[in-house]
């Protein structure tokens, strides 16, 4: 009877365990907002607010926007159903509105999930009735929860039909030294795209090592160059603080030490002092290499223009 109830604990703990791996996998797919400018009759602040109705459904459900990964977009347009002016007195306006919503890739104006809801506001005039009316969109509702769910899908739909694409395409960005880029590329691939992300992650590291041994060969010029200029105390620092950057696992690592040594020495000699160039030999030994391939992802993306254009047209 122990066992038994030792069997069915361990199956409850490891299908806790498998579901909250799941929901983590599931937060690293990001939609942006994007209400565009052209809805017809939407007031400028009614637009703010339905942006930031679109934000918190996203957020709601796990897949909050990020400036780094543009791509897809949860978006929506709006229709007037009925518009009338009440009996009341004071007399309000009274809006009856469908909000359609889209997931989809903004970039090539995919649709994904569509969904359609009604709301409907009152209040003292027409731009706090469109307020009021998106108000009453409930981000927690279950038919959202549903429609972020079928985009959700859809998204590691397109990653995995697309992998091929999306590998070759980054191999070809660092034939061109592209290096960031094309690591960027590959790091944007949710973990939840299982297949894809696996493929991906094979693909980076030969990618991140053409990056290190790219960069030894412009530091090692570097560090040259800035000793063979100055040849003292102040410029053996100089070169020490570029080599220090140097990636132990970088081809060029012992024509880097190479010169350290020849530094050390050549100060001694003119300056009797010690030069005591401390290499940081952790650099890529005991690092996590897959926060290592994100790190560059990231840093690319944060320097990227945040203004994409989104191609709305054909996602409606």
């Given at each position: 009877?122990?066992?038994y109830?030792?069997?069915l604990?361990?199956?409850?703990?490891?299908?806790?365990?498998?579901?909250?791996?799941?929901n983590?996998?599931?937060?690293?797919?990001?939609?942006?907002?994007?209400?565009?400018?052209?809805?017809?009759?939407?007031?400028?602040?009614?637009?703010?607010?339905?942006?930031?109705?679109?934000?918190?459904?996203?957020?709601?459900?796990?897949?909050?926007?990020?400036?780094?990964?543009?791509?897809?977009?949860i978006?929506?347009?709006?229709?007037?159903?009925?518009?009338?002016?009440?009996?009341?007195?004071?007399?309000?306006?009274?809006?009856?509105?469908?909000?359609?919503?889209?997931?989809?890739?903004?970039?090539?104006?995919?649709?994904?999930?569509?969904?359609?809801?009604?709301?409907?506001?009152?209040?003292?005039?027409?731009?706090?009735?469109?307020?009021?009316?998106?108000?009453?969109?409930?981000?927690?509702?279950a038919?959202?929860?549903?429609?972020?769910?079928?985009g959700?899908?859809?998204?590691?739909?397109?990653y995995?039909?697309?992998?091929?694409?999306?590998?070759?395409?980054?191999?070809?960005?660092?034939?061109?030294?592209?290096?960031?880029?094309?690591?960027?590329?590959?790091?944007?691939?949710?973990?939840a795209?299982?297949q894809?992300?696996n493929k991906?992650?094979?693909?980076?590291?030969?990618?991140?090592?053409?990056?290190?041994?790219?960069?030894?060969?412009?530091k090692?010029?570097?560090?040259?160059?800035?000793?063979?200029?100055?040849?003292n105390?102040?410029?053996?620092?100089?070169a020490?603080?570029?080599?220090?950057?140097?990636?132990?696992?970088?081809?060029?690592?012992?024509?880097?030490?190479?010169?350290?040594?020849?530094i050390?020495?050549?100060?001694?000699?003119?300056?009797?002092?010690?030069?005591?160039?401390?290499?940081?030999?952790?650099?890529?030994?005991?690092r996590d290499?897959?926060?290592?391939?994100?790190?560059?992802?990231?840093?690319?993306?944060?320097?990227?223009?945040?203004?994409?254009?989104?191609?709305?047209?054909?996602?409606?």
């Open positions: 009877m122990k066992t109830k030792f069997i604990l361990l199956i409850f703990a490891l299908s806790v365990s498998l579901a909250k791996a799941q983590n996998d599931l937060g690293r797919i990001y939609l942006n907002a994007y209400v565009p400018e052209q809805i017809e009759g939407l007031p400028e602040i009614a637009k703010s607010q339905l942006e930031s109705k679109l934000s918190q459904i996203a957020l709601q459900n796990g897949m909050g926007g990020s400036v780094i990964y543009p791509r897809f977009i978006s929506a347009n709006v229709n007037v159903l009925t518009k009338d002016i009440t009996s009341t007195a004071p007399a309000m306006i009274a809006l009856t509105l469908e909000i359609v919503l889209y997931i989809g890739d903004g970039i090539e104006g995919k649709s994904f999930a569509t969904h359609s809801l009604t709301v409907k506001g009152v209040d003292a005039n027409e731009n706090k009735a469109y307020i009021s009316a998106i108000k009453n969109i409930k981000p927690a509702d038919s959202l929860q549903a429609f972020i769910e079928k959700k899908t859809k998204i590691i739909e397109y995995n039909s697309r992998c091929d694409i999306i590998i070759k395409e980054a191999q070809t960005l660092a034939s061109m030294s592209k290096y960031d880029e094309a690591i960027w590329s590959l790091t944007s691939v949710p973990d795209c299982t894809c992300w991906c992650i094979a693909a980076l590291g030969p990618i991140y090592q053409q990056k290190i041994n790219y960069e030894c060969k412009t090692l010029l570097d560090a040259t160059n800035v000793w063979n200029a100055g040849q105390y102040e410029a053996a620092e100089q020490g603080a570029i080599l220090a950057t140097i990636d132990p696992q970088a081809s060029c690592i012992n024509e880097a030490k190479a010169l350290s040594e020849k050390s020495k050549r100060v001694y000699e003119i300056d009797k002092r010690e030069w005591n160039f401390k290499y940081d030999q952790e650099i890529g030994l005991e290499m897959i926060k290592a391939y994100r790190d560059v992802g990231v840093a690319y993306g944060n320097g990227q223009p945040k203004n994409v254009t989104v191609n709305y047209k054909t996602l409606w």
